[in-house]
């Protein structure tokens, strides 16, 4: 049974920095493909970060160059390293998983059946 929970989410002024972490059990890393995503109040769920089962990355237009997806398989987490962060990014953010496809998953929210319960992040001005 896949779980994810996510933590590291907080209060930071923006031009900071958080790292999210995302404790995965039940995970075959060697066959899924895992990401980070984000909901803001009143906005529907977005792609952040995406880090499939053979190690490539993609990034949403509005975070590349400030976020970096990685993970330990030695502690079964997968991380977000934000950097910069700015106040239109405030939002609950969710890790998600799901088999790897190799027409990739993408950003579409519906192609991934596990989700954690979210960490909140707030960025004030």
């Known amino acids: 049974q896949v779980q994810l929970v996510e933590s590291g989410g907080g209060s930071v002024q923006a031009g900071g920095s958080l790292r999210l972490s995302c404790a995965a059990s039940?995970?075959?890393?060697?066959?899924?493909?895992m990401g980070w995503f984000r909901q803001a109040p009143g906005k529907e769920r977005e792609g952040v970060a995406l880090?499939?089962?053979?190690?490539?990355?993609s990034y949403a237009d509005s975070v590349k160059g400030r976020v970096t997806i990685s993970k330990d398989n030695a502690r079964n987490t997968l991380y977000l390293q934000m950097n910069s962060l700015k106040p239109e990014e405030t939002a609950m953010y969710y890790c998600?998983?799901?088999?790897?496809?190799?027409?990739?998953?993408?950003?579409?929210?519906?192609?991934?059946?596990?989700w954690g319960k979210g960490t909140p992040v707030n960025v004030s001005s």
């Open positions: 998600a998983a799901d088999s790897y496809r190799s027409d990739g998953l993408g950003f579409r929210p519906k192609n991934y059946n596990y």
């Open positions: 880090l499939d089962a053979y190690g490539s990355t």
């Open positions: 039940g995970v075959p890393y060697s066959r899924y493909s």
